[in-house]
């Protein structure tokens, strides 16, 4: 057994009699970019949906820094420690753009029903304090100065990085990006792919993600796993993978 | 001059049951059908103990606010986990079930003849207190954690929940909070009619209360309050219309809900007046627009 900061070995899942996921392990070390890659319909989103809670596997277990996550609550996996974005973005649209990202603090701010309903003062310094560190994670990601604005009001590349902000402002050990890039047009992809470099230098966060563009999987992932019809492909470095003739034949189909 | 001050008293109590009509389903997006059975538990408890035990009334309406509090968990607890269609089903077969239960016990509640001659406590200025108390909290919890966290959740369960949200815990809490307030509307109108019947206590009330925040705006505190002054004075007002004020009635909110499907007030807040002010006086030149 590996020891990384998030320990995923042999979950499966079934829907019905489809596997979506079949006996899929992963590892992820502090510090690591790991990438998930595979056709549509290959598992990828239901890999993320098992780690998170969303779904109990079916069999396997998920370690995130020697506690078992697997059998958890959504919400207990996320205050453990992992944050996660979505494939078809999932903001708050009755919550601002700051407050979007407070919801990140609220489940642990510091005070108690009574103080809230009659907003004692130390409801309202814990407030102004989380509305402050979401400021910080709003400029982050460059995203100061439209705290106010609603956030289906924003452009597409811009929800997306306030998706990203909500997430970071989870402070989690391991954060989950599914398909970060997708909808963005090329220059917002490099734009993304800056600031993930960025914030991992800055952070030295532990990310997985999935992808489907190669230019995004092979500018970021320190490691990849190719997943096809649920089950694992291949993985290791991703110069190897891209030249396994394999991946080649179930991912890209053709030789680019 | 007195009706006047029956209708406005009347208003006043009315307000407060849509606030927490307003907090189920404005803030956590459940359908509540029985949410005005709350206000009976609140008014027959706190009047019962009233006349049979001669508790003041103090602690009477405390006792009635608690006893709606405590049926709120009964309803809400195992509720919680429901979708959210399921639970104005469970929440209307409470509702009717406790508007049973008070006509079939006519020994201790009077039955559909009704419980008389309850001692008259409650006036305008304390019904204004209380509102202006009511509307303060729940504003209150709105804006804090809890409110953030079950706009939250109203928008996207799932989403809310990777955010660390727990979403049974925080309906429930919210549905007691409501379960309390209405309660309490529920001992102001005890103290002040000075009469409870079962009838009144029906789902039409609970409806009437759903359409009041529809109209005033799902996400605005402020538009279920003014909805609720101008649709429950609204019918007094158009009394002189006979027979036909019941039609305008039904055409008015038919035609807010056709042209405004968020309501007359969608989310705004009357607290965006001087909040906005406050933000341009913060700003300072060289911080903020940098994206």
């Known amino acids: 057994m590996s020891s990384g900061l998030l320990d995923v070995s042999g979950i499966s899942k079934a829907f019905g009699g489809v596997h979506a996921v079949d006996e899929f392990s992963f590892t992820a070390n502090p510090g690591e970019i790991v990438g998930i890659i595979g056709p549509n319909g290959a598992g990828k989103t239901t890999v993320f949906n098992l780690v998170t809670g969303v779904y109990v596997p079916d069999r396997g277990s998920v370690v995130l820094d020697g506690v078992t996550l697997s059998g958890k609550r959504q919400d207990e996996i996320a205050r453990q420690g992992i944050g996660r974005t979505f494939q078809n973005i999932r903001l708050f649209k009755g919550l601002n753009v700051i407050e979007n990202v407070m919801t990140a603090s609220d489940p642990s701010a510091p005070y108690d029903f009574l103080s809230a309903i009659l907003a004692l003062p130390k409801k309202r310094a814990a407030d102004r304090a989380a509305a402050e560190k979401a400021r910080d994670y709003l400029s982050l990601v460059g995203l100061s100065g439209i705290e106010e604005a609603r956030p289906e009001a924003l452009p597409y590349g811009l929800q997306r990085k306030l998706e990203l902000a909500r997430a970071l402002a989870l402070q989690p050990k391991v954060i989950l990006l599914d398909e970060p890039a997708a909808g963005l047009n090329p220059s917002e992809v490099r734009d993304f792919i800056d600031l993930v470099l960025r914030l991992h230098e800055r952070f030295n966060f532990t990310i997985v993600f999935i992808e489907h563009r190669m230019e995004v999987v092979m500018n970021l992932s320190h490691k990849l796993y190719v997943l096809s019809f649920g089950k694992l492909l291949a993985s290791g470095e991703p110069e190897t993978v891209r030249r396994n003739p394999e991946v080649i034949e179930a991912y890209i189909g053709e030789e680019d | ?291």
């Open chain 2, 1 to 291: 001059m007195d009706y006047i001050y029956s209708i406005l008293t009347l208003t006043g109590i009315t307000m407060i049951g849509v606030m927490g009509t307003y907090m189920v389903t404005g803030l956590t997006g459940q359908f509540s059908f029985g949410q005005a059975a709350f206000m009976a538990v609140g008014g027959y408890v706190s009047a019962m103990l009233a006349l049979k035990f001669n508790v003041p009334f103090v602690f009477a309406a405390l006792a009635g606010a608690a006893a709606a509090t405590l049926s709120g968990l009964l309803v809400g607890l195992p509720t919680v986990r429901l979708r959210r269609d399921y639970i104005s089903l469970v929440t209307f077969g409470f509702g009717e079930a406790i508007i049973s239960v008070l006509n079939n016990s006519a020994q201790l509640t009077g039955g559909a003849e009704g419980l008389v001659g309850i001692p008259k406590r409650v006036d305008l200025p304390l019904v204004a207190i209380s509102v202006a108390c009511c509307i303060f909290v729940v504003a209150c919890y709105k804006n804090s954690k809890y409110g953030r966290q079950c706009l939250a959740l109203r928008t996207d369960e799932l989403a809310a929940r990777s955010m660390g949200i727990d979403v049974n815990r925080l309906k429930l809490v919210t549905f007691l909070f409501a379960s309390a307030i209405t309660g309490y509307a529920g001992v102001l109108y005890a103290f002040y009619a000075q009469y409870l019947e079962p009838g009144y206590f029906n789902w039409t009330i609970s409806a009437e209360w759903l359409i009041i925040v529809f109209v005033g705006g799902i996400n605005s505190l402020t538009g279920a309050l003014v909805s609720a002054a101008i649709l429950t004075s609204l019918p007094e007002m158009l009394r002189f219309a006979s027979a036909w004020r019941i039609i305008i009635y039904c055409v008015i909110v038919l035609l807010i809900i056709n042209f405004r499907p968020n309501g007359i007030f969608g989310d705004w807040e009357i607290n965006r007046l001087w909040k906005k002010k406050n933000n341009e006086k913060q700003r300072t030149p060289g911080k903020g627009a940098q994206a």
